[in-house]
């Protein structure tokens, strides 16, 4: 029997480049994963059989939000280190924190970022860090969709480079198309900064030969681009080039330090960039020259970072910001519309990934989205909804969230995991982590 649902009387987003209107109004149907059909009118044929009806009165459905960088068990160091730069946030408070970190506290730190992201409409979150087994089996329970890697720090002896090169390694072969297919694995060393050549040149050997995709920090301060000048005589975009990094499906988060002729090299090897602006004005790296990259062809998406550098998860904000600060920066008040955020936050970062049915509302596109309650008074009237997406909501007003078919927040509350508990447990580990 085909599992059907039909929504009626919705507002669906239409974010396809070159459309007329930015929204449907009528129905919206999905059978098992998949969306089938959205339009005005509903085709009887989709009305037999067993078929679930939602009402969408009052409701705006869009496509799930992608969240394309991250480091979700930072969630247990929110409020932990504020107000500081990039290197010593990591060197004075981050990584002493990290390194006393277990996979029971991944696992839970996990857990609180998920709940959030899953409330607050992320339905696909891109995640690096160390411990990721506990991560794979957060998204496997949760039912959020998931683009995960290992991230590589490469500070430490060739034995410990290896034995993390390995671990990167076997994690993405053991999860890769796991959970129905919503697990998706990459390769990830740290940044340039923190990985020597030969490091980097060995995951780029090894996602070539597993044909996976890297993701790596890179250009997020002006110090680092100095740096790199220094240490190799390049900056950090022709020094990722020469080790090949760019050879493979890539993206970069943040590329905040970019010059003209970065940019257009990262434009000829179709590099992604993940925009991060919350991270990027909480540690005071810059503003990343979004305009530019997207004129030259860059896939541009967004994220929000880890959530000691942002301090939420609320991808609503981020398209926010994003809508705000290049119109700020650059004095022109057309620079990232609201449509052209609601793209960078959904179907540019199934772009980025390399996936192609995610980030839209369309016919044979999986069925990861989301309805936002627009009877809220600070979303009337009903002029733009896609303008009041980007300029006036967060991610509160996210009522329900389906992802791969499967509905994993109802009425504002997660379905598939145990907020008070984890809410408890998170608690308890950052406690303890300042105990041991
Ligand atoms: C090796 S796992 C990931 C590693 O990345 C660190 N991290 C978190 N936010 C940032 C950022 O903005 N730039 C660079 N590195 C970052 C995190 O603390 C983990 O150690
Ligand atoms: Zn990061």
Redesign the pocket.
Known sequence: MTQRLIIRNGLFAQLQEGLAQTTIKGYMVVEQDRIVYIGETLPEVYEQGEVEYIDGKGLFFMPGLINTHG?AA?SLLRGYGDDMV?QSW?QEK??PM?AKFTGNDVYWGTALSVIEMLKGGTTLFVD???HMDQVAKVSEESGIRAALM????GLCSEDVQRMKLNEAVQFAKDWNGQANGRITTLL?P??PYTCPPAFIEKFVEAAHELDLMLHT?MS?TAAEVEQNVKEYGLRPVAHLEKLGLFSRPSFI??GVHLNDEEIATLAKHNVGVSH?PG?NLK?A?GVARVVDLQRAGVVVSLGT??A??NNNLDMFEEMRLAALIHKGVSGDPTAVPAADAMRMATVNGARTLHMNDVGLLQVGMKADFIAVDIDQPHLYPHTDLVSHMVYSASAKDVQHVWVDGNQVVKNGECLTMDEERIKHEAEQCFRNLLER
């Open positions: 480091h930072m990039l990591l981050m990584w990290e690096m860090y160390d290992r991230g590589a720090i990830a740290h940044a920090h997020e988060a943040h991060n991270s540690l790296s970072d880890g000691a550098s």
